[in-house]
Antibody, heavy 124, light 109 residues
């Protein structure tokens, strides 16, 4: 059974850097084809894909947020970390990490297991 | 950038009836489309991928169809637990990215 759980600060100030950790179980990020993605959802709004990291350390970012995002993995700890710089109140959202199945077409991603999400509020 | 448009924003249907939700892509995505269900206070759940393949554990009353730019999610006989928000997501474009529609809220009539 695949499980993922996001952790990080609930409140950050404008201009600060946000660091979120996704801790997962039930799969290995060293398995060919596996990926972990980050998706966010502002309160009452739609989902927005942010980033994805593959088993081979290939990384993909949303074009609109690329300059602010960094995603890394620690395979031995079963963790993926997302760093977002220069936080703004419009970045207030629930942040999810999710599993990209290895059966997905090459270089394409959908997500078959999601974490519970963590709400991050950006306010001074 | 591929823009996904979901129509309608809200759909009112009675329990036991059929619901048909639409998703349109601004350019062809082939069959690289997924549908998710999000119940209030919960994380999204994958229903359909590849436009028409049900994910593991998804009941047979959920079906997906379409290709190119027009897609449909059909729920054949609505159960109380099906009233939720549904999102489509394309995963076709290059450079690879994932873009979601704005969602359709399925509410009880």
């Amino acid at each position: 059974q695949i499980t993922l759980k996001e952790s990080g600060p609930a409140l950050v100030k404008p201009t600060q850097t946000l660091t979120l950790t996704c801790t997962f179980s039930g799969f290995s990020l060293s398995t060919v084809g596996v990926g972990v993605g980050w998706i966010r959802q502002p309160p009452g709004k739609a989902l927005e894909w942010l980033a994805l990291i593959y088993w081979d350390d290939d990384k993909r970012y949303s074009p609109s947020l690329r300059s602010r995002l960094t995603v890394t993995k620690d395979t031995s700890k079963n963790q993926v970390v997302l760093v977002m710089t220069n936080m703004d109140p419009v970045d207030t959202a629930t942040y999810y990490c999710a599993h990209r199945p290895p059966s997905a077409p090459s270089l394409k991603y959908y997500f078959d297991s999601w974490g519970q999400g963590t709400l991050v509020t950006v306010s001074s | 950038e591929i823009v996904m448009t979901q129509i309608p924003a809200t759909l009112s249907v009675s329990p036991g009836e059929r619901a048909t939700l639409s998703c349109r892509a601004s350019q062809s995505v082939g069959s690289n489309l997924a549908w998710y269900q999000q119940r209030p206070g919960q994380s999204p759940r994958l229903l359909i991928y590849g436009a028409s393949t049900r994910a593991t554990g998804i009941p047979g009353r959920f079906s997906g169809s379409g290709s190119g730019t027009q897609f449909t999610l059909t729920i054949s006989s609505l159960q109380s637990e099906d009233f939720a928000v549904y999102y489509c997501q394309q995963y076709n474009n290059w450079p690879p990215e994932a873009s979601f529609g704005q969602g359709t809220k399925l509410e009880i009539k």
